[in-house]
């Protein structure tokens, strides 16, 4: 059979036969990825104004989104504990905010449960744009209109650049399904 | 896509309970998180050590990316060069020549200052830097302006340390890490810097708007002095900065003062370097509470840790302005 066509006893996530997809690789790899966008905008300088949207938000909305009930309602706390060690926000304004986030999500989904691609981007917007106004709020500067006017691009560059996350989130998914353990 | 349905609770005691504590648990992180956001707003520094840590983690990627940012910098600066080289050239011959008329004058006036110092009995106020490192990163998706720097209390850094690169002012070391420390930038919307004008004594405040441009507030108002490409130095009011530092060019007058820009843009330097608090026990001073005895005021003269984010507030410069008449 596998002469005639390679993938005939295969799917999205490999051989079916014989194979299982490799456990911490399924339980590690959403914590890992938002932990490591998290982290990554770090390494940008940024001495005028704020370059990039928060990644490590836009990354767990984008696994709430795209695999609702992987990641525990609680998830945002500590996700959003160690985003504040790299973010420069004050200690506990993601664990409050991603927090929040995860519980409004939650509420949404129970009241329209029949989800698209459009409503998943109308919300996660939403939040982000109310998520990226709450943590200038609360980041411990004097809020001025300057600041507001620099950082709208950052609220403008989450919105759009959700799908994008949200794809890449569903190749990290099967990427964690994956079958790479082999049974004997 | 409807959720799945094995997330509905159904009649199962279990599953409803189960739900339950979700709900109740994600509550808690979210009150927990109000309390924790509270305790740093109210404290700045409560979760420093926290903060150090994961910055001595990323350092070593950060150091690696900024090298290579630095390269790519020269590569970018080399490949525009060849295109306006000749122009260039005659342009920057004849400025040399003036620069080195003026290198021999500065020489003059730096031996007869020299002198006068020595009639005076002035100590040179020149101090080595305590560290030198690169710049590995910043807080960029905040609305906070820091930088993260590749050196920490190993190397001798404290809070409060001014860093400078080889053009003016960068900003104040804000908490410190093993390897790796937090500083504040000139542009971050809670930064303050007494400063003056460099040809004469008009002094001011630079304060930092939160745009990557500052805002000078005059000290005495009346007459607004200033005027478009006024270079703004350090005044040496409230200890930290040695005097004299570039800091900004006004860009734009205001009525109360004027809109300046960086003389040392961050993103643009290679390396940094830490200088010591120029007036560490005069600091100390300051902080002790009022009544603390000598013997008090000691252990922190030896060890400089001022609030970090406590920025010189307006009512500092008054004594540091004193001590500079």
Redesign the interface.
Known sequence: MERLDPRARSDIYGPRINRAPAPWRVRSVPYASIMLAS?L????????????????FLMLLAWRMVR??LL???A???L?AFD?????????????????A??AI?AI?ARF????FWQDWFTAGVIAVVYWLA??V?????L?P??L???AP?ALLGVLLYPVIARAAAGLDRFRLSRARTID | ????S??RAGFSKKAQLSLFT??L??????V??????????WQ?S??AP??G??GDV?TP??SG??AA?AGSQGLFAGLIGYFNAGTQNAELRRENAIARIRLAEAEAVKAENARLKGLLGLRDGESKPVATAR??????????????LGAGSASGVAPGMPVLSERGVIGRVLETGRFSSRVL?L????SVLPVRRAKDNVIAFAEG?????LRIRLVNLGVNPLKVGDMMVTSGAGGYYRPGVAVAIIAKITPDGGIAR?VA???ATNFVSVLPIHEAAAIAELDAPPGADAPAAAPSAAAPAPRP?AAPTPAAPDGGAGAEE
Do not use: C
């Open positions: 982290a905008p770090v390494l940008l300088i940024a001495d005028t104004m704020p370059l990039a949207p928060s990644f490590g609702p009930g525990p309602l609680w945002g706390a500590p959003g504040d060690l790299f973010s420069g926000q004050p200690f506990g304004s993601a664990i409050l905010l991603w927090s929040l995860m519980i939650e989904e449960p029949w989800r698209g943590s200038l609360v980041s411990g500067a004097s001025t300057e600041m006017l620099v950082a950052q | 896509m409807a959720p799945p094995s997330r979700g709900y648990l994600a509550a808690a992180g979210a927990v998180g109000a309390a924790l956001l509270a305790l740093s707003l700045p409560a979760f926290l903060r840590l994961a990323v990627v950060g990316t900024a940012r710049l590995v990163g910043s807080t960029a998706t905040s609305g906070r302006r820091h930088a993260y930038l542009t971050d919307s809670e708007r939160g745009d990557g441009l960086l843009e961050p993103a984010s």
